[in-house]
């Protein structure tokens, strides 16, 4: 097991940048075994799989509905992942959670599929990222 730490939500107004960062730490893999990636929890709307990125950086997913605003990378120096969110809109408001899974161990194309399925493995508390009108 591993623990995710987010930090870095809060409140802005529509059209503003906010960058949320997840530390990896625990006594499971460092991070240089896990896919990372985010979903979100938004208001009327299921969990949706935001973003991954592989363990090289090399290959990342973003949902159409970010796709152009967030951006995500990696660190594994710091054991830590970042989303980049830009052009924030009021329907991005949501509770968003930073998660990891063993790409080591599954591949990359199994990780989107666990994405789409919410079935990462390791999961953050989540923090709350709050748009204005």
């Known amino acids: 097991q591993v623990h995710l730490v987010e930090s870095g939500g809060g409140l802005v107004q529509a059209g503003d940048s906010l960058r949320v960062s997840c530390v990896v730490s625990?006594?499971?893999?460092?991070?240089?075994?896990?896919?990372m990636g985010w979903f979100r929890r938004v208001p009327g709307n299921d969990r949706e799989f935001v973003t991954a990125?592989?363990?090289?950086?090399?290959?990342?997913y973003y949902s159409d509905s970010v796709q152009g605003r967030f951006f995500i990378s990696r660190d594994n120096a710091k054991s830590t992942a970042y989303l980049q969110m830009n052009s924030l809109k009021p329907d991005d408001t949501g509770v968003y959670y930073c998660?990891?899974?063993?790409?080591?161990?599954?591949?990359?194309?199994?990780?989107?599929?666990?994405?789409?399925?919410?079935?990462?493995?390791?999961w953050g508390q989540g923090i709350q990222v709050t748009v204005s009108s």
């Open positions: 990125i592989s363990v090289d950086g090399e290959k990342i």
């Open positions: 998660a990891a899974d063993l790409e080591v161990v599954y591949g990359w194309s199994a990780i989107l599929r666990h994405g789409v399925q919410g079935h990462f493995s390791n």
């Open positions: 625990g006594p499971g893999p460092e991070i240089t075994a896990f896919a």
